[in-house]
């Protein structure tokens, strides 16, 4: 599986941002995925799931509310859409693929992951 992720860029303070992540090589629609982040001088953390049909997502409390993650399967492609940005919203973003069909919140539970997209919020 490869995953590719993009969306990132420097946004003021209540901005939004999309990030996509494409996936290939595997059935998309057979696993969940995830988004994570990594902040300067700060250890990886989730942010959001999803199951394999998009029926079942969860969210870290620091963004609930603000940010949506979805899929769409036909494009093997997995988004998230992030309102409301705060400064401390910056980080590179991760995409990642569950060993199962749920969308963990353990990045334990995730085999592959994308490169990462910089998120940068200016206050």
């Known amino acids: 599986v490869q995953l590719q992720a993009s969306g990132g860029g420097l946004v003021q303070a209540g901005g939004s941002l999309r990030l996509s992540c494409v996936a290939s090589?595997?059935?998309?629609?057979?696993?969940?995925m995830g988004w994570f982040r990594q902040a300067p001088g700060k250890e990886r953390e989730f942010v959001s799931a999803i199951s394999w049909t998009g029926s079942s997502t969860n969210y870290a409390d620091s963004v609930k509310g603000r940010f949506t993650i979805s899929r769409d399967n036909a494009k093997s492609t997995v988004y998230l859409q992030m309102n409301s940005l705060k400064p401390e919203d910056t980080a590179v973003y991760y995409c990642?693929?569950?060993?199962?069909?749920?969308?963990?919140?353990?990045?334990?539970?995730?085999?592959?992951w994308g490169q990462g997209t910089q998120v940068t919020v200016s206050s």
């Open positions: 090589g595997r059935t998309f629609s057979s696993y969940g």
């Open positions: 990642a693929k569950d060993r199962t069909f749920y969308g963990s919140e353990s990045a334990r539970s995730y085999d592959y």
